[in-house]
Nanobody
Framework: QVQLVESGGGLVQAGGSLRLSCAAS????????MAWFRQAPGKERDFVAR????????IYADSVKGRFTISRDNAKNTVYLQMNSLKAEDTAVYYC?????????????WGQGTQVTVSS
């Protein structure tokens, strides 16, 4: 099992920045990828960004490219999401997720989420 705990959410004005953190614990060695998703009220959960525990591979949703940066600190088993130039439409609950290479689904483990609210 893997436990994920997000932090860093809050209220920010449009154009501002926030950095989210996701601390992973448990059987992290079983996982090879970490990602951020978000879910706005009344909408489905959407992919935001993904990073692998090794190498430099990252991918982003088109809606956040150039504004958000995903990174990791392997020594701390922590993944970050730096969010710049925030917009009102970025308002959502942000979830951290982890996946195993041998699993049938991309992401098996999820955090509890952290609220990000961007005021316009």
């Amino acid at each position: 099992q893997v436990q994920l705990v997000e932090s860093g959410g809050g209220l920010v004005q449009a154009g501002g920045s926030l950095r989210l953190s996701c601390a992973a614990s448990g059987s992290i060695f079983d996982t090879d990828r970490m990602a951020w998703f978000r879910q706005a009220p009344g909408k489905e959960r959407d992919f935001v960004a993904r990073i692998m525990w090794s190498g430099d591979s990252t991918i982003y949703a088109d809606s956040v490219k150039g504004r958000f940066t995903i990174s990791r600190d392997n020594a701390k088993n922590t993944v970050y999401l730096q969010m710049n130039s925030l917009k009102a439409e970025d308002t959502a609950v942000y979830y951290c997720a982890a996946g195993r290479p041998s699993a049938t689904i991309a992401y098996e483990y999820w955090g509890q989420g952290t609220q990000v609210t961007v005021s316009s």
